[in-house]
């Protein structure tokens, strides 16, 4: 079912003041409470208008359509925002940036606007090695990390998971992962939330959800999942890539990218299911289905934000067991050598797809907000009290992983960034094709041989992934990123290139 529309959407939607402004005025879409924000550089404007399909005599742009439907939810402040790497998703665009008042108690939470794959996220491991130390061994680390980590559809972790046991870790996210000894006591210091949300309740989880989740902690899954050796390639900001113990070009880190996989899937699902069922009952009205959802206070919408925080610590504990596989895969790499000799420490853990309670000014006056950020991550500047004490000189360090062979990012949180975007940033690259038009489009063989040219090893369970994951399908990182800096969502800091590459 398409997003409702105007008869005529172009004459809403008109440039900033800022080159990289695309403003969606109100009345592209019926009953839009607030206006839309895309921040875009003219390429990707031109993306986002091209996006134009008709139905029933109306046009429609999808990403722009579903970020101006995301602006009349009830409860929405100040903007509907798009970040540079938005593309179309499930009810709300990915990159789609959502907050709302918690004193409106008509105030809705919508499971559309945080994502099926909840708390996706990345988190970067430094080491003291160099992309020399690898020379020849590359392609046996990347052997020993794709016997090490259980990757793709329908993977199974080795850690030993019973219905008690995963109750516990989805309720205390890493402090037990820490307690079980798959973390050590840094890694929590540095993450997002230290790894846990409070307001985690298993009792708020399904059975299904459960059943689907007890195989798969410590598995990498598939589609854009990846774990990646990278190699620091430039620094932009000295005093700050110090800090985070990453200041030497050529030196290598980690990149981990992954989520809740089938458990925060089934939390999504069972909510949706249940939203509809409310919205029926309180006379909650949406331009599309896929933006259900449930007013903050009720029990529909309680009950859906403790099964998000249980998935949310879920994805940490994830994280956490494969950091733990990496260390175990490395130290064979490297024998006599422990994880701690490698300096095999957690950078930083950032969340994408979560919604999270924050005091954010609008209006010139401190509001209680439900931030959803869908395929967004988190910006905070620096002394800002969420971020750990390592980082409050500097900001926090924002993770932005790339497509496959392609540089990935660390930023930094600035103030501007909360100004503009309620403390937010890009996440990626963004896709530009889908995974069916990908497949028809590239081979896989061509694939390989661009990433063999670039030296990169490359361990993958499926040859459709490469199909659907390669550099074509997304756009260019270092181009969404610059938009980003441009803006003012967050001060470039490291720039990273992939040595190896595993995918599900």
Known sequence: MPPKAAADPEKFLRSGPNVHELHIDIGMVPGMRVPGICFVDEEMKRQLTFDLRNSGGRKYFVSLAQVANVACLPGIV?????????????????????????????????????????NCGVRVIRTNLHERDLADIKEQLAQSIFDHVPVGVGSE?????????????????????????????????HCEEYGRMLNADATAVSTRAMKRGLPQLGTLGAGNHF???????????????????????????????????????????????AMEKHMAEQGIVVNDPQLACAKIASETGQAYLKGMACAANYAWVNRSSMTFLLRQ????????????DLDMQVVYDVSHNVAKFEEHLVDGKPRSLLLHRKGSTR????????????????????????????????????????????????????????????RREADY?????????????????SPHLLMEECAEAYKDVNQVVGVCQRVGLGTKAVKLRPLIVVKG
């Open 379 to 438: 910006c905070f500047p620096p002394f800002h009290p969420s971020i750990p004490v390592d980082y409050q000189h500097i900001g926090q360090p924002v993770l932005i992983g790339g497509s496959m062979g392609t540089n990935s990012h660390i930023m930094l949180g600035n103030d501007t960034a909360m100004e503009k975007a309620f403390g937010s940033t890009c996440h990626g690259a963004g896709r530009n094709t889908s995974r069916a038009a990908q």
């Open 157 to 189: 972790g080795i850690l030993p998971a019973t219905g008690p046991v995963l109750r516990s870790a989805i309720e205390h996210g890493m402090d037990w992962s820490l307690r079980e000894g798959y973390a050590w006591a840094e890694d929590k210091e």
């Open 445 to 461: 063989r061509d694939v390989l041989a661009t990433l063999g040219e670039k030296g990169i090893a490359i361990r993958v369970a």
């Open 329 to 340: 895969a490395f130290m064979k790499m490297f024998p006599g050598e422990t994880a701690d």
């Open 227 to 273: 774990i990646e050796v990278q190699a620091v390639e430039e620094i932009y900001d000295k005093r700050a890539a110090g800090r985070m113990g990453i200041d030497q070009l050529g030196q290598v880190v980690i990149m981990c990218h992954c989520g809740s996989r089938g458990f925060g899937h089934q939390i999504a699902t069972d909510s949706l299911v």
């Open 78 to 118: 100040k903007h509907s925002i798009g970040l540079p790497d938005m593309h179309t998703g499930y009810g709300f665009s990915i990159g789609n940036i959502c907050a709302v008042d918690t004193a409106d108690p008509n105030a809705v939470v919508s499971p559309g606007g945080i994502g099926f794959d909840i």
